[in-house]
Protein backbone atom coordinates (compact mmCIF):
# COMPACT_ATOMS: atom_id res chain seq x y z
CA UNK A 1 0.00 0.00 0.00
CA UNK A 2 1.74 3.34 -1.03
CA UNK A 3 2.44 5.40 1.98
CA UNK A 4 1.45 9.38 2.26
CA UNK A 5 2.93 11.24 4.97
CA UNK A 6 0.88 14.45 6.37
CA UNK A 7 2.99 16.49 8.43
CA UNK A 8 0.93 18.71 10.95
CA UNK A 9 -1.73 15.82 10.19
CA UNK A 10 -3.31 15.51 13.28
CA UNK A 11 -5.27 19.02 12.92
CA UNK A 12 -8.82 19.44 11.42
CA UNK A 13 -7.42 19.03 7.39
CA UNK A 14 -5.15 16.36 8.51
CA UNK A 15 -7.69 14.02 9.78
CA UNK A 16 -10.42 14.59 6.87
CA UNK A 17 -7.42 14.55 4.50
CA UNK A 18 -6.28 11.42 6.10
CA UNK A 19 -9.86 9.41 6.21
CA UNK A 20 -10.27 10.41 2.83
CA UNK A 21 -6.88 8.99 1.40
CA UNK A 22 -7.35 5.44 3.43
CA UNK A 23 -11.05 5.72 1.27
CA UNK A 24 -8.44 6.03 -1.75
CA UNK A 25 -6.64 2.76 -0.95
CA UNK A 26 -3.33 5.06 0.52
CA UNK A 27 -1.97 4.15 4.04
CA UNK A 28 -1.62 7.88 5.37
CA UNK A 29 0.98 8.69 7.94
CA UNK A 30 0.53 11.26 10.56
CA UNK A 31 3.03 13.46 11.96
CA UNK A 32 2.71 16.13 14.79
CA UNK A 33 4.53 16.49 18.15
CA UNK A 34 1.77 15.45 20.34
CA UNK A 35 0.13 12.29 19.70
CA UNK A 36 -3.62 12.19 19.06
CA UNK A 37 -5.94 9.48 20.36
CA UNK A 38 -6.41 8.33 16.37
CA UNK A 39 -6.39 4.94 14.62
CA UNK A 40 -3.94 6.52 12.13
CA UNK A 41 -0.02 5.19 11.74
CA UNK A 42 1.99 8.08 13.94
CA UNK A 43 5.19 9.83 14.57
CA UNK A 44 6.37 12.45 16.53
CA UNK A 45 9.11 15.12 15.42
CA UNK A 46 9.26 18.63 16.76
CA UNK A 47 8.51 20.01 13.77
CA UNK A 48 12.39 22.14 14.10
CA UNK A 49 15.10 19.33 13.50
CA UNK A 50 16.10 16.38 12.16
CA UNK A 51 15.47 13.25 14.42
CA UNK A 52 14.54 9.39 14.04
CA UNK A 53 11.54 11.01 12.30
CA UNK A 54 12.85 11.23 9.00
CA UNK A 55 13.00 7.74 8.48
CA UNK A 56 9.14 7.64 7.51
CA UNK A 57 9.94 9.67 4.13
CA UNK A 58 11.86 6.17 2.94
CA UNK A 59 9.66 4.93 0.40
CA UNK A 60 6.74 7.31 0.83
CA UNK A 61 4.34 7.84 -2.17
CA UNK A 62 3.94 11.46 -1.18
CA UNK A 63 4.46 14.29 1.82
CA UNK A 64 1.57 16.50 2.50
CA UNK A 65 3.08 19.54 4.70
CA UNK A 66 -0.45 20.78 6.93
CA UNK A 67 2.10 21.89 9.92
CA UNK A 68 1.42 25.31 11.54
CA UNK A 69 0.23 26.69 14.52
CA UNK A 70 -3.38 27.73 14.62
CA UNK A 71 -4.31 31.15 13.53
CA UNK A 72 -6.88 31.20 15.96
CA UNK A 73 -5.78 33.35 18.12
CA UNK A 74 -5.19 37.02 19.63
CA UNK A 75 -2.75 38.10 17.71
CA UNK A 76 0.07 38.85 20.21
CA UNK A 77 3.51 39.68 19.45
CA UNK A 78 4.22 35.73 20.64
CA UNK A 79 1.58 34.13 18.61
CA UNK A 80 2.42 35.83 15.65
CA UNK A 81 6.12 34.89 16.25
CA UNK A 82 4.85 31.02 16.29
CA UNK A 83 2.57 31.39 13.65
CA UNK A 84 5.52 32.24 11.11
CA UNK A 85 8.50 30.28 12.90
CA UNK A 86 6.07 27.14 13.12
CA UNK A 87 5.62 27.11 9.35
CA UNK A 88 8.60 28.21 7.97
CA UNK A 89 10.99 25.92 10.54
CA UNK A 90 8.73 22.86 9.37
CA UNK A 91 9.15 23.65 6.01
CA UNK A 92 13.00 24.35 6.12
CA UNK A 93 13.64 21.00 7.95
CA UNK A 94 10.54 18.64 6.27
CA UNK A 95 13.67 19.89 2.99
CA UNK A 96 16.28 18.82 4.76
CA UNK A 97 15.17 15.27 5.35
CA UNK A 98 14.14 15.22 1.92
CA UNK A 99 17.70 15.76 0.60
CA UNK A 100 18.79 13.27 3.67
CA UNK A 101 16.38 10.31 2.42
CA UNK A 102 17.73 7.45 -0.36
CA UNK A 103 14.19 7.10 -1.61
CA UNK A 104 12.50 10.27 -1.03
CA UNK A 105 8.89 10.87 -1.95
CA UNK A 106 8.23 12.10 -5.87
CA UNK A 107 5.95 14.86 -4.44
CA UNK A 108 5.43 17.65 -2.31
CA UNK A 109 2.51 19.08 -1.68
CA UNK A 110 2.87 22.08 0.59
CA UNK A 111 0.05 24.00 2.23
CA UNK A 112 0.05 28.01 1.56
CA UNK A 113 -2.64 30.49 2.32
CA UNK A 114 -5.18 32.29 -0.24
CA UNK A 115 -4.74 35.40 2.39
CA UNK A 116 -1.29 35.83 0.70
CA UNK A 117 -3.00 37.46 -1.46
CA UNK A 118 -4.17 40.50 1.18
CA UNK A 119 -7.44 41.91 2.43
CA UNK A 120 -8.68 43.90 -0.76
CA UNK A 121 -12.38 44.51 -0.31
CA UNK A 122 -13.06 45.04 -4.31
CA UNK A 123 -10.70 43.32 -5.94
CA UNK A 124 -11.01 39.59 -7.25
CA UNK A 125 -7.43 37.76 -6.73
CA UNK A 126 -6.47 34.65 -8.80
CA UNK A 127 -2.99 33.37 -9.84
CA UNK A 128 -1.69 36.27 -11.56
CA UNK A 129 -2.49 39.00 -8.56
CA UNK A 130 0.01 40.72 -6.57
CA UNK A 131 0.48 39.71 -2.95
CA UNK A 132 -1.08 41.45 -0.16
CA UNK A 133 0.44 43.38 2.56
CA UNK A 134 -0.44 42.35 6.58
CA UNK A 135 0.39 39.77 9.11
CA UNK A 136 -0.93 36.66 6.71
CA UNK A 137 0.39 37.80 3.38
CA UNK A 138 4.03 37.84 5.15
CA UNK A 139 4.14 34.67 7.06
CA UNK A 140 2.37 33.36 3.53
CA UNK A 141 5.07 34.39 1.13
CA UNK A 142 7.77 33.47 4.01
CA UNK A 143 6.41 30.26 4.07
CA UNK A 144 6.33 29.55 0.07
CA UNK A 145 9.49 31.14 0.20
CA UNK A 146 11.09 28.49 2.35
CA UNK A 147 9.15 25.97 0.42
CA UNK A 148 11.03 26.89 -2.88
CA UNK A 149 14.34 27.36 -1.94
CA UNK A 150 14.31 24.02 0.28
CA UNK A 151 12.66 21.86 -2.27
CA UNK A 152 15.15 19.30 -3.57
CA UNK A 153 15.39 19.55 -7.02
CA UNK A 154 13.89 15.77 -8.42
CA UNK A 155 10.81 16.40 -6.37
CA UNK A 156 7.70 17.73 -8.14
CA UNK A 157 6.02 20.63 -5.56
CA UNK A 158 2.62 21.70 -5.79
CA UNK A 159 1.60 24.95 -3.44
CA UNK A 160 -1.90 25.20 -2.32
CA UNK A 161 -3.11 28.81 -1.82
CA UNK A 162 -5.72 27.70 0.38
CA UNK A 163 -9.07 29.62 1.17
CA UNK A 164 -11.08 29.24 4.62
CA UNK A 165 -11.46 25.33 4.65
CA UNK A 166 -15.71 24.72 5.46
CA UNK A 167 -15.62 21.46 7.40
CA UNK A 168 -17.85 19.69 9.83
CA UNK A 169 -15.44 18.57 12.34
CA UNK A 170 -12.69 21.89 12.84
CA UNK A 171 -11.41 24.74 11.61
CA UNK A 172 -13.34 28.38 11.90
CA UNK A 173 -16.59 27.33 11.16
CA UNK A 174 -16.82 25.76 14.35
CA UNK A 175 -15.93 29.09 16.04
CA UNK A 176 -18.33 30.44 13.86
CA UNK A 177 -21.07 28.77 14.18
CA UNK A 178 -20.56 28.73 18.05
CA UNK A 179 -20.56 32.34 17.92
CA UNK A 180 -23.57 32.33 15.63
CA UNK A 181 -25.41 29.54 18.06
CA UNK A 182 -25.40 32.25 20.93
CA UNK A 183 -27.28 34.91 18.89
CA UNK A 184 -23.49 36.79 18.17
CA UNK A 185 -22.95 35.88 14.59
CA UNK A 186 -23.24 39.39 12.93
CA UNK A 187 -21.27 40.75 10.20
CA UNK A 188 -17.54 42.28 10.74
CA UNK A 189 -17.75 45.54 9.68
CA UNK A 190 -19.75 46.78 6.96
CA UNK A 191 -19.60 43.29 5.99
CA UNK A 192 -18.73 43.82 2.57
CA UNK A 193 -15.26 42.25 2.51
CA UNK A 194 -15.07 39.63 0.52
CA UNK A 195 -14.70 35.68 2.21
CA UNK A 196 -13.40 32.90 -0.40
CA UNK A 197 -14.13 29.49 1.22
CA UNK A 198 -13.47 25.65 0.04
CA UNK A 199 -15.29 22.50 0.95
CA UNK A 200 -13.11 20.03 2.78
CA UNK A 201 -13.89 17.25 0.24
CA UNK A 202 -12.63 19.33 -2.43
CA UNK A 203 -9.83 20.51 -0.94
CA UNK A 204 -9.12 16.34 -0.42
CA UNK A 205 -9.42 15.83 -3.57
CA UNK A 206 -7.22 18.49 -4.73
CA UNK A 207 -4.81 17.17 -2.72
CA UNK A 208 -5.23 13.74 -4.25
CA UNK A 209 -4.81 14.79 -8.11
CA UNK A 210 -1.38 16.92 -6.95
CA UNK A 211 0.07 13.92 -5.63
CA UNK A 212 -1.43 11.70 -7.90
CA UNK A 213 -1.20 13.51 -11.16
CA UNK A 214 2.29 14.37 -12.65
CA UNK A 215 1.09 17.28 -14.65
CA UNK A 216 0.42 19.13 -11.22
CA UNK A 217 3.20 21.55 -10.60
CA UNK A 218 3.91 25.13 -9.13
CA UNK A 219 1.07 26.74 -7.44
CA UNK A 220 -2.64 26.88 -6.94
CA UNK A 221 -5.26 28.93 -5.48
CA UNK A 222 -7.19 26.19 -3.92
CA UNK A 223 -10.98 27.99 -3.59
CA UNK A 224 -14.31 27.94 -4.66
CA UNK A 225 -14.69 30.19 -8.00
CA UNK A 226 -17.48 32.31 -6.00
CA UNK A 227 -16.51 34.59 -2.73
CA UNK A 228 -19.56 35.39 -0.70
CA UNK A 229 -19.57 38.97 1.38
CA UNK A 230 -18.73 38.56 5.13
CA UNK A 231 -22.46 39.67 5.26
CA UNK A 232 -23.83 37.14 2.95
CA UNK A 233 -21.97 34.60 4.74
CA UNK A 234 -22.88 34.95 7.96
CA UNK A 235 -26.48 35.43 6.85
CA UNK A 236 -26.49 32.04 5.68
CA UNK A 237 -24.98 30.23 8.80
CA UNK A 238 -27.61 32.84 10.70
CA UNK A 239 -30.46 31.19 8.65
CA UNK A 240 -28.82 27.43 9.13
CA UNK A 241 -28.79 27.78 12.99
CA UNK A 242 -32.10 29.39 12.79
CA UNK A 243 -33.38 26.07 11.12
CA UNK A 244 -31.76 23.79 13.85
CA UNK A 245 -32.41 25.57 16.73
CA UNK A 246 -36.54 25.40 15.12
CA UNK A 247 -36.10 22.04 14.93
CA UNK A 248 -34.13 20.90 18.07
CA UNK A 249 -36.87 23.01 19.99
CA UNK A 250 -39.65 20.71 19.72
CA UNK A 251 -37.46 17.83 19.96
CA UNK A 252 -36.54 19.11 23.42
CA UNK A 253 -40.19 19.68 24.63
CA UNK A 254 -40.99 15.87 23.06
CA UNK A 255 -38.08 14.42 25.09
CA UNK A 256 -38.73 16.62 28.41
CA UNK A 257 -42.21 15.71 28.13
CA UNK A 258 -41.77 11.96 28.60
CA UNK A 259 -39.29 12.08 30.99
CA UNK A 260 -41.93 13.85 33.17
CA UNK A 261 -45.03 11.54 32.11
CA UNK A 262 -43.06 7.85 31.47
N1 LIG B 1 -8.37 25.40 8.18
C1 LIG B 1 -8.36 26.33 7.23
O1 LIG B 1 -9.40 26.94 6.88
C2 LIG B 1 -7.07 26.64 6.51
C3 LIG B 1 -7.10 27.48 5.38
C4 LIG B 1 -5.90 27.76 4.73
C5 LIG B 1 -4.70 27.24 5.18
N2 LIG B 1 -4.71 26.44 6.29
C6 LIG B 1 -3.44 25.90 6.77
O2 LIG B 1 -3.49 24.48 6.74
C7 LIG B 1 -2.72 23.94 7.81
C8 LIG B 1 -3.58 22.97 8.62
O3 LIG B 1 -4.74 23.67 9.06
P1 LIG B 1 -5.71 23.03 10.16
O4 LIG B 1 -6.97 23.81 10.10
O5 LIG B 1 -5.73 21.55 10.02
O6 LIG B 1 -4.92 23.44 11.49
P2 LIG B 1 -4.98 22.74 12.94
O7 LIG B 1 -6.22 21.98 13.13
O8 LIG B 1 -4.64 23.83 13.91
O9 LIG B 1 -3.76 21.67 12.88
C9 LIG B 1 -2.43 22.14 12.87
C10 LIG B 1 -1.44 20.99 12.81
O10 LIG B 1 -0.12 21.55 12.93
C11 LIG B 1 0.53 21.07 14.11
N3 LIG B 1 1.17 22.20 14.79
C12 LIG B 1 0.61 23.14 15.59
N4 LIG B 1 1.54 23.99 16.05
C13 LIG B 1 2.72 23.57 15.53
C14 LIG B 1 4.06 24.03 15.66
N5 LIG B 1 4.38 25.07 16.45
N6 LIG B 1 5.05 23.38 14.97
C15 LIG B 1 4.75 22.30 14.21
N7 LIG B 1 3.50 21.81 14.06
C16 LIG B 1 2.50 22.43 14.72
C17 LIG B 1 -0.56 20.45 14.98
O11 LIG B 1 -0.09 19.31 15.73
P3 LIG B 1 0.89 19.45 17.00
O12 LIG B 1 0.49 20.71 17.73
O13 LIG B 1 0.67 18.19 17.79
O14 LIG B 1 2.28 19.50 16.43
C18 LIG B 1 -1.57 19.97 13.94
O15 LIG B 1 -1.22 18.69 13.45
C19 LIG B 1 -2.22 25.14 8.64
O16 LIG B 1 -0.90 25.41 8.26
C20 LIG B 1 -3.14 26.27 8.22
O17 LIG B 1 -2.54 27.54 8.26
C21 LIG B 1 -5.85 26.12 6.96
Not at 77 to 103: Q, Y
Request: net charge positive; proline share 4%.
Amino acid sequence: MKRIVITGGTGFLGISLAKFLREKGFQPILLARHKPDLDFAFVQWDGVNLGDWCQVLEGAAAIVNLAGRSVDCIKTPDHCDEILRSRVDSTKVIGEALKLAKNPPKVWVQMSTAHIYGDSVSQVCDENSSTGYGLAPFVGKAWEKTFLATLPENTRGVRLRTSFVIGRNGGALTSLKRITNLGLGGKVGNGKQGMSWIHEFDLNNLIYEAITNERYDGFFVASAPSPVSNNEFMKQLRGRMKFFIGLSLPLFMIKSWNQIHF
